[in-house]
């Protein structure tokens, strides 16, 4: 059972408050050491992903390149205090769940993780670079790229959790059909729609070109089939428990039946 207090409802909001506070001043102590760390930054996505052919990035507005490392420095804020806040969800939510569901949530999230930083790695690595070349590869002697800060870190950033999330997908088709929510057999009739609802999302979250959007809905294909086998391995393990259990069951039957 839950190890859960006998604890009135207003002391059940004074721990999620406390818990969210704690998790604001964490992210608001490590704000300053992010926003002095910006310039590197920058300068590292700018020498990782844009080719020589591209030139130098660009500011348009006096205050541009504040602004846009105030909000770079919130993204990596948020990104170094993700373990603290995780551990204060952790803390608030641990006395309310049974030791079974502690362990699936400890996978879930540590699962997710995973998969959120395979599809950001994946797109900084390869597609960030490969976007980048393929603008520049536009540029002739009388159109020259003019590149600004702002929509280079936002379409970095942008594509950056549009891949992260993604990535989430096999997560998503493994937990769908964990739960009961649709089987495996209907997935797979379903995997004409599922391409189309791929590529759906993979419009909405891209910048309005085919290249980026394909880069990112072909990898979620190949997830959500690679999602799909372990969820019919799974499904397939639970139905053969589930049928010994009733074999079982039916023999006892049997046997007191015989018994009397």
């Known amino acids: 059972?839950?190890?859960?207090?006998?604890?009135?409802?207003?002391?059940?909001?004074e721990a999620l408050r406390n818990a969210l506070l704690n998790m604001l001043y964490m992210t608001a102590a490590l704000y300053p050491a992010a926003y002095w760390i910006t310039p590197e930054v920058i300068d590292f996505l700018v020498r990782w992903s844009c080719p020589p052919e591209m030139g130098q990035l660009n500011y348009f507005t006096p205050m541009e390149v504040f602004i846009a490392r105030l909000k770079l420095a919130l993204v990596l804020a948020l990104a170094a205090a993700f373990p603290f806040n995780?551990?204060?969800l952790w803390r608030f939510l641990m006395p309310a769940l049974?030791?079974?569901?502690?362990?699936?949530?400890?996978?879930?999230?540590?699962?997710?993780?995973?998969?959120?930083?395979?599809?950001?790695?994946?797109?900084?690595?390869?597609?960030?670079?490969?976007?980048?070349?393929?603008?520049?590869g536009f540029a002739t002697p009388n159109l020259k790229p003019v590149i600004g800060l702002a929509g280079f870190l936002e379409l970095s950033g942008w594509?950056?959790?549009?891949?992260?999330l993604m990535f989430q997908f096999p997560l998503a088709v493994i937990l769908a059909v964990r739960f009961g929510a649709v089987r495996v057999e209907t997935l797979r009739r379903g995997r004409p729609y599922v391409v189309v609802g791929i590529l759906i999302l993979a419009a909405i979250l891209t910048p309005p070109d085919v290249v980026s959007q394909l880069l990112l809905a072909v990898p979620t294909w190949i997830l959500f089939e690679i999602g799909l086998l372990i969820a019919a391995r799974q499904q397939k393990r639970r139905?053969?428990?589930?049928?010994?259990?009733?074999?079982?069951a039916v023999l006892d039957v049997y046997r007191q039946d015989n018994e009397s």
């Open 86 to 88: 995780a551990w204060q």
């Open 159 to 164: 594509l950056l959790l549009s891949f992260g």
């Open 239 to 248: 139905e053969a428990a589930a049928a010994a259990e009733l074999d079982d």
């Open 1 to 13: 059972m839950p190890e859960l207090p006998d604890q009135p409802l207003i002391a059940h909001l």
């Open 98 to 136: 049974y030791e079974s569901e502690r362990r699936a949530l400890k996978w879930w999230i540590g699962a997710s993780t995973l998969l959120f930083v395979m599809g950001a790695g994946f797109c900084l690595g390869t597609i960030l670079p490969l976007l980048m070349r393929f603008s520049a």
